[in-house]
């Protein structure tokens, strides 16, 4: 039966070699469970960095951007992103965050996604994290321990996904595009206005962005608008002044476009109040 291994928070400092320090810290841990805890100021930045452990990272406070070849992921408070073993990553914070993370074996037990992507932190969840940044470090946990990092490492292939992924095309047309679209989002700029600046018929452009990005246009313009929305939001402004400022034409139009994205309106969205996981399909 695989050990389990849980350790208080480890603070190597927010300076590129502490953050060395504490890669090597995990690399060489035994255990397949791992959780730390660590505080990060607005801005910080973490360089791109790979684990051969898997990781859930959780902010408990905090709205976090993970970065990959293959897009960026927003993850805002409730939420926790899952970082399969091997993917080379980097880090923001937007806003202080009080970080959690979970490091796991790949093999620790079966049914653990394989693929990038942000989860809803069930209550359950959430405590079963805190529990075991507390514990006292063990090499083979007893009792209730075990108990909660055994149930901790099981609860994790349960986790409901969010759309909250941001797929970057690797088109250099399109992927400027998408640039100046999260630079200045807006709801208003047509398919063919797209189109006709990269020189492409509104078909075959349709066809490219859901080929490189494997998202329709519509879905993909959406989910940057949440990007932009949910750091505003979770930084305490009004919903008025975030959904103008995106160019939303009112505020109910703008709380129709988050609620079909994720299942409630924003307010009771950062409250904790999640219906289930709606689909991101257009």
Not at 47 to 60: G, K, V
Request: charged residues 20%; hydrophobic residues 45%; proline residues 8%.
């Amino acid at each position: 039966m695989r050990q389990y291994l849980a350790v208080k928070p480890f603070l190597a400092g927010d300076t590129p070699a502490g953050h060395q320090q504490r890669l090597a810290w995990i690399e060489g841990s035994k255990g397949a469970v791992i959780a730390l805890s660590s505080d990060y100021p607005d801005g910080h930045r973490i360089a791109p960095h790979r684990h051969r452990r898997a990781q859930l990272l959780h902010a408990l406070t905090g709205v976090v951007m993970v970065s990959t070849g293959q897009g960026r992921w927003m993850v805002p408070p409730e939420h926790a992103m899952w970082i399969p073993a091997g993917v080379d990553h980097s880090v923001e914070m937007l806003g202080t965050v009080a970080m959690r993370s979970v490091y796991v074996l790949s093999d620790a037990i079966g049914g653990l996604p394989e693929d990038l992507r942000v989860v809803l932190i069930s209550d359950l969840m959430r405590s079963l994290i805190v529990e075991a940044v507390a514990m006292e470090p063990a090499s083979e946990p007893q009792g209730r321990a075990a108990l909660v990092l055994g149930l901790l490492l099981h609860e994790i292939p349960n986790l409901s996904e969010r759309p909250l992924a941001l797929p970057f095309p690797e088109d250099p047309k399109l992927a400027a595009l998408c640039r100046r679209f999260i630079a200045r989002p807006t709801p208003h700029a047509t398919i063919d206005d797209w189109a006709r600046e990269v020189g492409m018929s509104r078909r075959s452009f349709t066809r490219a962005f859901l080929r490189e990005t494997g998202l329709s246009l519509s879905t993909w313009r959406r989910q940057a608008c949440l990007f932009a929305a949910l750091p505003r939001l979770a930084d305490g402004e009004p919903v008025t002044t975030v959904a103008l400022d995106l160019g939303y034409d009112s505020v109910p139009a703008f709380t129709t476009m988050f609620r079909r994205m994720l299942g409630a309106s924003p307010r009771d969205y950062l409250k904790g109040k999640h219906a289930d996981a709606p689909s991101s399909a257009s």
